[in-house]
């Protein structure tokens, strides 16, 4: 994929929407074919690194803790901290709703033996088990880093080939944004085995049309033309025409079978008054047939 078929797309995708009274997210979709994604060996969970992050949302944090005063200093940074003591009595319903709702999962690291052995059934076959931290500096490390990152996964829901991701915002500069759709197809290139298994990459703002990238005609989804309404006055002289044509075309054709009539009639070779009397003669008793 070339960067200068990016930029042409966005420029597209750009001219063909329409402005709204706020600014819009920028989605990627990305398809594929050949590639049977029912296979866990086929499906998809990568993290990519954004050369440019758009502050998409604030992730949720959850952090796992055994020391008491590591609980106490990321009290304020994170969205949830479960202590050690707490892991074992988590129920499988209340760990489904970490799975779904938690961003990002980190553990102290002498936790990670209790979050194995308790939540690893559950947290590891949706690529969530913790990262270890040792204290409050890596902690803020490990955010720095995540701060760009988004996820490309079609494990959850219905199976399907395809990905779907925000890039970045209207208000992004397009060479920002190519670079963004960039660094997810190269990321992506590494884990499908050929190029050719992706079918498309099509970018679009949240309310506009989808685009593309590489196809500069026709948007995917065009909208219809409307008919012309017709006018009543129209439709009245356009029936009187087809009138007028029909009783013309009854008229030609009345005179034309009259024609063919009396010139049948003149073709009808008229009795000689010879043979009249022949025939007088052979057969003596025949009259002529009254007109009456």
């Not at 709204?20 to 296979?39: A, E, P, S, Y």
């Not at 995540?146 to 399907?160: F, Q």
């Not at 022949?278 to 003596?284: C, G, N, S």
Request: hydrophobic fraction near 35%; charged fraction near 40%; charge should be positive.
């Amino acid at each position: 994929m070339k960067k200068e078929q990016i930029l042409k797309s966005l420029q597209r995708m750009r001219d063909e929407s329409k402005k709204r009274n706020f600014v819009q997210t920028i989605d990627l979709v990305i398809t594929f074919k050949g590639i049977d994604f029912k296979k866990e060996t086929n499906k998809i969970d990568l993290e990519v690194k954004l050369p440019y992050f758009f502050g998409e949302k604030e992730s949720k944090v959850l952090v796992f803790v055994k020391n008491k005063d590591l609980a106490e200093q990321l009290k304020e940074k994170v969205s949830k901290i479960i202590m050690e003591t707490e892991i074992e009595k988590l129920s499988k319903k209340e760990v489904q709703e970490i799975t779904d709702s938690f961003d990002i999962l980190l553990a102290e690291g002498p936790v990670m033996l209790t979050v194995a052995k308790f939540l690893g059934q559950q947290l590891a076959p949706k690529n969530k088990m913790p990262k270890p931290i040792q204290n409050l500096k890596e902690f803020e490390n490990f955010l720095t880093k995540s701060g760009g990152t988004i996820k490309l996964s079609n494990r959850k829901g219905k199976i399907m080939p395809v990905l779907q991701a925000n890039i970045g915002k209207e208000s992004m500069k397009d060479e920002e944004l190519a670079e963004n759709i960039l660094a997810i197809y190269n990321t992506l290139i590494l884990k499908i085995e050929k190029k050719q298994n992706i079918k498309s990459f099509i970018i679009k703002l949240s309310m506009g049309k989808p685009i593309k990238i590489g196809e500069d005609q026709k948007p995917i989804l065009s909208q219809k033309k409307e008919k012309p309404v017709e006018k009543k006055e129209d439709v009245k002289e356009e029936k009187k025409e087809v009138e007028k044509k029909e009783e013309k075309s009854l008229k030609e054709k009345s005179l034309e079978k009259s024609a063919t009539e009396k010139t049948e009639k003149k073709g009808k070779p008229a009795k000689k008054e010879g043979e009249s009397k022949w025939l007088a003669t052979i057969f003596p008793g025949r009259k002529k047939k009254s007109k009456n």
